[in-house]
């Protein structure tokens, strides 16, 4: 059997990153590299370079996060970028969205242990609770699914005028072309190409943003969705 990779001492912009919340940011990182690679969520190679490529990459998310607003954090997986973007963000309401069984049991025993009140796991497929989970005003995601795929599940979550923020690396600006018509049907008005963590992490993280204008998903999901909030409404009644 291989050894496990030892994980390194938090770099300095940590600190300055997750300021009151370090000692939590830590302590998520040795639960990533334990607990996290002997249940599969992470491979055992990426933990010499969890704090850079992974925490450090989704907190800077935060960076154009607005403030004060819910968010949902679709296939959540190990919690990137959820858990790093609620450690440096505690304005923010964010749900945490994975289908599967192992990972949310990882994501909830994370959230109780570092008392991260804001946060929900929600064990489903985002088409799956479209209509039962509030809308939201941000979706988020990372190493889910190609932006066209991503789109179909994340948007449809959206409150009008709300935006989706894709961690993408080099492939961004391909993916963004090649999902405009699909992304137009879906009920976006704008995208654009962000990056952020300037003296923070290198390379720079990469964001797509898709702001959707007042109907999230398109005709074909407001439909679906005021059909599932009727079903709510009658299942709460009985």
């Not at 990153?17 to 690679?37: H, K, S, T």
């Not at 985002?126 to 995601?141: Q, S």
């Not at 894709?166 to 090649?178: H, I, P, R, V």
């Amino acid at each position: 059997m291989t050894e496990a990779a030892e994980l390194p001492p938090a770099p300095e912009q940590a600190r300055d990153v997750f300021g009151e919340r370090f000692a939590d940011a830590v302590r998520y990182a040795e639960l990533l590299a334990e607990a996290g690679v002997q249940r599969g969520l992470i491979g055992p190679r990426e933990v010499p370079r969890l704090w850079e490529r992974h925490l450090l990459n989704c907190a800077v998310l935060s960076e154009v996060v607005p403030e004060g607003v819910t968010v949902c954090d679709v296939g959540s997986g190990a919690g990137l970028p959820g858990i790093p973007l609620a450690l440096v963000r505690d304005d923010l309401k964010i749900t945490l969205l994975e289908p599967l069984l192992r990972r949310t049991n990882f994501l909830t025993e994370v959230v109780e242990l570092l008392g991260l009140d804001h946060v929900t796991v929600v064990r489903g497929r985002a088409e799956e609770v479209l209509g039962k989970l509030p809308p939201v005003h941000v979706v988020t995601a990372r190493a889910v699914a190609p932006l066209d795929r991503l789109a179909t599940w994340g948007i449809p979550l959206l409150r009008p005028y709300g935006e989706m923020l894709a961690l993408k690396g080099d492939t961004a600006e391909q993916e963004l072309k090649s999902a405009a018509t699909a992304l137009s049907k879906l009920g976006a008005v704008e995208t654009s190409i962000l990056h952020v963590g300037e003296g923070v992490v290198q390379p720079l993280s990469t964001v797509v943003r898709v702001e959707v204008g007042e109907s999230p998903g398109g005709v074909r999901f407001a439909a679906k969705r005021a059909k599932a909030a009727r079903t709510g409404r009658a299942r709460r009644r009985r």
